[in-house]
């Protein structure tokens, strides 16, 4: 089992940057790709950044350019730099870990961007 835990989201106005963490713990060896999901009010899931265990990152096309995704191996921690922030940016964001062919989610935290 992988337990993943988010911090560091809240509100904040359009323009302005926030830095999401997430935090693994359990039975984190052999994690592959981590990623970054968001859920807006009403809509699906989508990814919106991916890392893998080597460092290779793919983001979605509407946040190119403005979120950094990384990871920090030793620390089991992976972050999300977001900047240039705008309301349709607004949604619960997702920690996830694949393991062994295996999906782990944390619980999500709200980010809330206003105008």
């Known amino acids: 089992q992988v337990q993943l835990v988010e911090s560091g989201a809240g509100l904040v106005q359009a323009g302005g940057s926030l830095r999401l963490s997430c935090a693994a713990s359990g039975s984190i060896f052999s994690i592959s790709t981590m990623g970054w999901y968001r859920q807006a009010p009403g809509k699906q899931r989508d990814v919106v950044a991916t890392?893998?265990?080597?460092?290779?990152?793919n983001y979605a096309d509407s946040v190119k350019g403005r979120f950094t995704i990384s990871r920090d191996n030793a620390e089991n921690t992976m972050y999300l730099q977001m900047n240039s922030l705008k309301p349709e940016d607004t949604a619960v964001y997702y920690c996830n870990a694949l393991r062994r062919g295996v999906n782990y989610w944390g619980k999500g935290t709200l980010v809330t961007v206003s105008s």
């Open positions: 890392i893998t265990g080597g460092g290779t990152t």
